[in-house]
């Protein structure tokens, strides 16, 4: 388990640079000594409090700033063992002597200490399996469709680069959440109709499409390769929505799916539309680790049934012919979901239902858009 030393000091504000320039010197004996990670962190919001606050707790002048940091050790053995050599060090490295390295504040004034983590959360720095990695629309016209849906997101388009084929990557304000390609006539002979689709993050894929397999489902495109993207198949579940599941090339975290804060243009919701709510729940919850967390009663339409991996991801719900046959329904965030109805009529979509409040003070719509692909949006309406 790691082990945290935390400090609280004061810095006079004007040394800031002086500050940082000893910290650097000094901290890289401890990240020598075996730290994993230290942080240094110049105060920003500091308020004052009613019993106390950090400011007391170290006697800062009004012209000195609050500094807190922390050492992170990989555990409490490796931090004794580091501190028991500081003495020595202190003597004869000068990144530790206080003649080469001076302090540039009242070390007296210093509070610290040693502290055990008993809780720790961490946002994943990798895609597993079962996680929202990455959208797709197939579409009739692709440049219709890029420049209706430009109308209603803060999206830029951009070439994939693939030299052939036409492929478009969807960038929000902050990162790449999707792709815009159009329907080729082979496809559109096997019966591809314009359509969002939702990615999968897989471990492995040919296991998965011989689990999916099993459980009922359907390939509609065989594993394979895409260079410098990663391996995947195209999928349907046995209800008959299709999806893409992969295993995509490299590291990091896809942030596709805004999981963890709410972010423009992102995907905001995944909506499993079924005719089979309890066999979807069979077939997801068994392929993907996908638990079942609550419902919402919607009259005629039966229960809307929250989706949980790790924090809430989606719903599923019974089918409404009025969206089509089975499929995931995807919401995209907009700053304002007036607006962006305006925006869907005015550019030759339809809005099918809403704007509908939902929990937490968001509004969201479901929407066609002109070549017929079913997509929602989910926003607030500021004041």
Same mark, same amino acid.
Request: glycine share 10%.
């Given at each position: 388990m790691t082990y945290i030393d935390g400090f609280v000091i004061a810095v006079p504000t004007a040394n800031r640079q002086r500050f940082i320039d000893h910290a650097n010197t000094g901290?890289?004996?401890?990240?020598? $000594?075996?730290?994993?990670?230290?942080l240094e962190c #110049?105060?920003?919001?500091?308020?004052?409090? +009613?019993?106390?606050?950090f400011r007391r707790a170290v006697q800062a002048t009004a012209d000195e700033t609050v500094v807190f940091s922390w050492i992170e050790w990989p555990d409490k053995a490796t931090r004794d063992t580091a501190m028991a050599r500081m003495e020595e060090l202190m003597k004869t490295d000068p990144r530790m002597s206080p003649e080469h390295n001076p302090m540039p504040f009242d070390g007296a004034r210093m509070i610290y200490g040693g502290f055990t983590p008993v809780v720790t959360l961490e946002a994943p720095q990798a895609d597993s399996q079962g996680d929202f990695i990455w959208y797709e629309l197939l579409t009739t016209d692709a440049d219709a469709a890029q420049a209706f849906y430009g109308k209603i997101l803060p999206w830029a388009f951009n070439d994939s680069g693939q030299a052939d084929m036409d492929y478009r990557i969807v960038r929000a304000p902050e990162?790449?959440?999707?792709?815009?390609?159009?329907?080729?006539p082979e496809m559109a002979e096997h019966g591809a109709r314009p359509v969002w689709l939702s990615? $999968?993050?897989?471990?492995?894929?040919?296991?998965s499409v011989a689990a999916i397999e099993q459980k009922g489902g359907a390939v509609q495109m065989p594993a394979m390769d895409v260079p410098m993207v990663g391996r995947m198949a195209m999928v349907a579940d046995p209800q008959g929505a299709p999806l893409y599941i992969m295993k995509p090339s490299g590291g990091? +975290?896809?942030?596709?799916?805004?999981?963890d804060r709410p972010r423009l243009g992102h995907?905001? #919701?995944?909506e499993l539309h079924t005719s089979d709510q309890a066999g979807a729940w069979a077939f997801y919850g068994d392929l993907f680790s996908w638990s079942h967390d609550g419902d919402m009663d919607m009259g005629p339409m039966g229960q809307y049934q929250f989706i949980r991996r790790g924090g809430m991801v989606g719903?599923?719900? +019974?089918?409404?012919?009025?969206?089509?046959?089975?499929h995931w329904n995807t919401y995209f965030r907009v700053a304002d979901i007036a607006a962006a109805k305006r925006a869907v009529e005015a550019a030759g979509g339809q809005v099918v239902q809403g704007p509908d409040e939902i929990p937490g003070g968001d509004f969201s719509m479901n929407c066609i858009d002109p070549q017929g692909a079913a997509f929602g949006l989910v926003g607030g309406r500021p004041s």
């Amino acid at each position: 388990m790691t082990y945290i030393d935390g400090f609280v000091i004061a810095v006079p504000t004007a040394n800031r640079q002086r500050f940082i320039d000893h910290a650097n010197t000094g901290n890289s004996v401890f990240m020598e $000594l075996g730290a994993l990670r230290i942080l240094e962190c #110049w105060g920003d919001e500091v308020p004052e409090g +009613k019993q106390t606050d950090f400011r007391r707790a170290v006697q800062a002048t009004a012209d000195e700033t609050v500094v807190f940091s922390w050492i992170e050790w990989p555990d409490k053995a490796t931090r004794d063992t580091a501190m028991a050599r500081m003495e020595e060090l202190m003597k004869t490295d000068p990144r530790m002597s206080p003649e080469h390295n001076p302090m540039p504040f009242d070390g007296a004034r210093m509070i610290y200490g040693g502290f055990t983590p008993v809780v720790t959360l961490e946002a994943p720095q990798a895609d597993s399996q079962g996680d929202f990695i990455w959208y797709e629309l197939l579409t009739t016209d692709a440049d219709a469709a890029q420049a209706f849906y430009g109308k209603i997101l803060p999206w830029a388009f951009n070439d994939s680069g693939q030299a052939d084929m036409d492929y478009r990557i969807v960038r929000a304000p902050e990162h790449d959440v999707a792709g815009l390609m159009a329907i080729t006539p082979e496809m559109a002979e096997h019966g591809a109709r314009p359509v969002w689709l939702s990615y $999968l993050a897989v471990d492995d894929v040919d296991q998965s499409v011989a689990a999916i397999e099993q459980k009922g489902g359907a390939v509609q495109m065989p594993a394979m390769d895409v260079p410098m993207v990663g391996r995947m198949a195209m999928v349907a579940d046995p209800q008959g929505a299709p999806l893409y599941i992969m295993k995509p090339s490299g590291g990091g +975290k896809s942030m596709a799916f805004a999981y963890d804060r709410p972010r423009l243009g992102h995907a905001a #919701w995944n909506e499993l539309h079924t005719s089979d709510q309890a066999g979807a729940w069979a077939f997801y919850g068994d392929l993907f680790s996908w638990s079942h967390d609550g419902d919402m009663d919607m009259g005629p339409m039966g229960q809307y049934q929250f989706i949980r991996r790790g924090g809430m991801v989606g719903a599923m719900m +019974k089918a409404d012919p009025a969206m089509g046959p089975p499929h995931w329904n995807t919401y995209f965030r907009v700053a304002d979901i007036a607006a962006a109805k305006r925006a869907v009529e005015a550019a030759g979509g339809q809005v099918v239902q809403g704007p509908d409040e939902i929990p937490g003070g968001d509004f969201s719509m479901n929407c066609i858009d002109p070549q017929g692909a079913a997509f929602g949006l989910v926003g607030g309406r500021p004041s």
